[in-house]
């Protein structure tokens, strides 16, 4: 049991002890002043004292030679929030010295002592002080300067004996005004003849506050130009008058000119003025015993614009241009795009706020193409100048870089590392002539192997003849459609009659066949119509994908439909702009205009006036579907590169019946056309 106890009572010792070590250290460099009871924020000293010294906490030495004790008296003197003093009929006068390390002091309450006059200073390093109990000690007077800074809430004042004269007209007016309560308190005051008088009655002759006039209420300069201010005090007592100019930038000098009787003016010089100082208040202030006025002049200062930056695009919700313009008065903004001027749309707009003389905002890019690159001038214009800078923004690279057609990209492209090409040195003539050794090697042995694919491939594997058009589906699913000899251009293709189409490295003889082009149509008559669609037209959104014919691009097409202002489509690009590529363009864009069947994919029409050639199908959101299919069944998980089962899960047994339906009709009517699929 003892055992058990003996940590609780061992931790009670150490806890006693590291307390009473605590306690002797803070006694040992804290004293607190005689007559005096000190806690961390308070002094209160109300037995009397004959002392003639305002009470301060006092260190004493413990020992150590490295001031510490000082340092840690200054740090509980800001600690300090009230002073409390009674009875302490030696304490004659207040000093700023006295008051200087009680920086934190809210509360000062001197009262029923002998004090008699207090420094005009004496307050300047107390600006939190709210509340100040002077009442019940020998005040003859008191300058209104010494509260000037501080923001009181209650002055206490009664039982003093202060003389009935201009020193202290600032109370009365308080008084009146019901500042720092003083409204409810019952002030006197000492006449001449030593009788009292209630303070709200005394009248004394020429003692007012004083009068204050400037030259201007606004003053207006030019960049560059000099001022002359005047300023006007007057009054009786007669007024001291200066400029306050704490913080003004341009070159200032005062001069007092006039000094008569009841009128004190001073002048103040600006010498070429900056636009540092524009919105500056300029205040003059006129002071005697009874108070301070004062009076305002704004100046302003017209300048020309400065283009203070101009960042190049970063990428935040859109991209952004941010720039900041200043300029009096404000500047009116255009920019240029390489050289020309930009037109707002919704695809660039500017958004700027303007606050006094500064402009500050962003020229806006919603999903900017490789057409917008180029470079940006900000041009900022006012009445007195212009400005400018200019900026390179790079956004996309060119999808085309051999084609300047009018195709905007919108989808970001990812920046592509510079390609860095180092020159070999001609020194190495026996590895060139090597390589190119090979080189006609390997095309001479292309050559023969073509030539004896296309001696002995010529038959049909499966011997099929009459009249077929063949289709290859071996093309990447991700277009609609895809080219019969899927894009690939080879030497035997050039040789290939207007009656024969290349499936892979194979010619195969074709016979068009009759029945297909039945109701007057034939790819090769003038009366099949071939839709085309122009360029301007066409506005590529993303990369779907590319096969051996060119890359598939999901677009939007205006003008396409005559109830849809634009619609989503896939246009295919022809990679190869060969001339055979070229024909076998034309002669599959023929062919997919007769193939007319709401469950066949449909062939909109071609845009052929520059490079690449483009074929437009309709776009269709979901997809392959033969990869559709496979996503939504029971195997899934398996067939699906291991993805996740969409949330849709499997097809149902109708909605399976409903699409073998419709893939049914759409093969009876290729059938009825004598289309025949390989």
Request: glycine share 6%; aromatic share 8%.
């Amino acid at each position: 049991m003892d055992v058990s106890l003996c940590p609780a009572k061992c931790s009670f010792w150490r806890i006693f002890l590291l307390g009473s070590v605590w306690l002797d250290y803070v006694g040992s460099v804290l004293a607190c002043p005689a007559n005096c009871v000190c806690s961390k924020t308070e002094i209160n000293c109300r037995r009397p004292d004959d002392g003639n010294l305002f009470p301060l906490l006092e260190g004493q030495d413990s020992g150590n030679s490295n001031g510490n004790a000082s340092i840690n008296i200054t740090d509980i003197s800001r600690n300090i929030t009230s002073i409390h003093i009674e009875n302490w009929r030696s304490l004659h006068t207040l000093n700023a010295v006295d008051m200087e390390l009680y920086t934190g002091l809210q509360n000062l309450t001197i009262r029923n002592s002998g004090l008699r006059s207090i420094q005009p200073r004496a307050f300047a390093k107390n600006p939190h002080l709210r509340y100040i109990n002077l009442s019940s000690n020998r005040l003859t007077t008191l300058s209104w300067q010494l509260f000037q800074t501080l923001s009181l809430r209650e002055l206490r004042l009664e039982q003093n004996f202060f003389n009935c004269s201009c020193d202290i007209r600032w109370m009365q007016l308080w008084q009146e005004q019901g500042e720092a309560k003083l409204n409810n308190q019952n002030l006197y005051c000492i006449n001449a003849d030593g009788s009292q008088l209630p303070l709200f009655r005394m009248n004394i002759s020429q003692c007012d506050l004083p009068e204050i006039s400037v030259s201007h209420v606004n003053l207006t300069v030019r960049e560059g130009d000099n001022a002359v201010i005047t300023c006007n005090g007057s009054g009786s007592p007669l007024p001291d008058v200066d400029w306050i100019v704490t913080g003004l930038q341009s070159i200032n000098t005062h001069q007092t000119n006039l000094n008569w009787t009841n009128v004190h003016a001073i002048n103040l010089t600006l010498v070429n003025v900056t636009s540092e100082d524009n919105g500056f208040t300029l205040t003059c202030i006129a002071e005697n015993v009874v108070g301070m006025s004062n009076a305002s002049v704004a100046l302003t200062v017209y300048y020309p614009p400065r283009v203070v930056s101009l960042e190049e695009p970063e990428l935040r919700l859109e991209h952004c241009i941010e720039f900041v313009v200043r300029g009096n008065p404000p500047p009116t903004l255009h920019w240029l795009h390489n050289g020309q001027p930009l037109r707002e749309s919704k695809i660039i707009h500017v958004e700027y706020y303007q606050e006094g003389e500064i402009s500050e905002g962003c020229l806006l890019f919603n999903k900017p193409t490789h057409y917008n690159n180029g470079n940006y001038t900000l041009i900022a214009k006012n009445p007195l100048g212009t400005a400018n800078q200019t900026i390179n923004g790079h956004f996309l690279k060119e999808p085309f870089p051999e084609s300047t057609d009018n195709f905007i990209l919108f989808d970001e492209v990812s920046p592509t590392p510079p390609i860095t090409v180092t020159h070999k040195p001609e020194e190495d003539t026996f590895g060139v002539s090597i390589a190119v050794g090979l080189a006609a090697f390997a095309c001479v042995l292309l050559v023969v192997l073509f030539i004896m694919i296309n001696k002995y491939g010529r038959r049909s594997k499966f011997g099929m003849k009459g009249p077929v058009a063949v289709i290859s589906g071996e093309e990447d699913s991700a277009s609609p459609l895809h080219h019969i000899n899927h894009g690939i251009t080879t030497p035997s293709s050039l040789d290939a009659g207007p009656d024969t189409v290349v499936i892979g490295m194979t010619r195969i003889p074709v016979i068009e066949n009759p029945q297909y082009f039945r109701q007057g149509h034939n790819c090769h008559k003038p009366d099949t119509y071939v839709q085309h669609i122009k360029r301007r037209d066409i506005v590529l959104k993303r990369e779907l994908g590319e096969g051996a014919f060119g890359k598939v691009f999901l677009a939007e097409c205006y003008n396409l439909s005559p109830t849809k202002d634009k619609m989503l489509v896939a246009v295919k690009a022809l990679k190869d702009p060969t001339l055979a590529a070229r024909k076998d363009f034309q002669r599959e864009a023929e062919l997919l205009t007769n193939l007319q069947h709401e469950h066949i994919v449909k062939f909109y029409g071609v845009c052929g006036d520059g490079d690449p050639l483009i074929m437009v199908f309709e776009y269709m959101k979901h997809g392959d579907l033969n990869k559709f299919l496979r996503a939504h069944g029971p195997d899934a998980m398996i067939l699906v590169d291991g993805q996740p089962r969409q949330a849709k899960g499997e097809l149902g047994l109708s909605q399976m019946l409903h699409i073998a339906s419709q893939i049914a009709s759409g093969m009876v009517y290729l059938a009825s056309q004598h289309f025949v699929h390989r």
